[in-house]
């Protein structure tokens, strides 16, 4: 049963690891929701790794990449599995776009699952071809960010 969301904005935040013990959780979120065999380490200063707290709980992992053309992208965007349906996944969302705008970018792009593009449509995400490189079976997506 996905736990509650809780009320208030205070009980959420999201940063970058600070310690094992959150790199450890970030890499354990995204093992779970997307078996992924090993962790695979940030390739450069532009990409952003954040775990989603909860009360200072790890319960989200999402990698920000700034594309430097006023675009970031949002990867491997998951809420672990016990607390998924919840709301967090929209919360995560709300401020990893946050972060994106503190780099000065005023897009946010994502690769999606076709059984998750409505979520991201329900959030302000429209279908568009931001990547030209893109592989099949994917839906690009895009937010212009104000």
Same mark, same amino acid.
């Given at each position: 049963?996905?736990?509650?969301?809780?009320?208030?904005?205070?009980?959420?935040?999201?940063?970058?690891?600070?310690?094992?013990?959150?790199?450890?959780?970030?890499? +354990?979120?995204?093992? %779970? $929701?997307?078996?992924?065999?090993?962790?695979?380490?940030?390739?450069?200063?532009? #990409?952003?790794?954040? @775990?989603?707290?909860?009360?200072?709980?790890?319960?989200?992992?999402?990698?920000?990449?700034?594309?430097?053309?006023?675009?970031?992208?949002?990867?491997?965007?998951?809420?672990?599995?016990?607390f998924q349906g +919840?709301?967090?996944? %929209? $919360?995560?969302?709300?401020?990893?776009?946050q972060f994106v705008?503190?780099?000065? #970018?005023?897009?946010? @792009?994502?690769?999606?699952?076709?059984?998750?593009?409505?979520?991201?449509?329900?959030?302000?995400?429209?279908?568009?071809?931001?990547?030209?490189?893109?592989?099949?079976?994917?839906?690009?997506m895009l937010k212009?960010?104000?």
């Amino acid at each position: 049963m996905p736990a509650d969301r809780p009320k208030g904005e205070g009980c959420y935040r999201l940063d970058s690891p600070q310690c094992d013990h959150d790199w450890q959780a970030y890499h +354990g979120i995204r093992r %779970r $929701v997307f078996h992924l065999p090993k962790p695979d380490e940030p390739v450069s200063s532009d #990409c952003h790794p954040l @775990v989603l707290f909860l009360q200072e709980k790890p319960i989200g992992a999402i990698q920000v990449d700034d594309l430097k053309n006023q675009a970031a992208a949002l990867r491997l965007v998951a809420i672990d599995p016990a607390f998924q349906g +919840g709301g967090h996944g %929209r $919360v995560m969302l709300e401020h990893a776009e946050q972060f994106v705008r503190g780099l000065g #970018c005023t897009k946010a @792009v994502v690769y999606a699952t076709p059984e998750a593009a409505g979520f991201y449509q329900s959030v302000g995400y429209d279908e568009e071809d931001w990547d030209e490189v893109c592989m099949g079976g994917i839906v690009q997506m895009l937010k212009k960010l104000d």
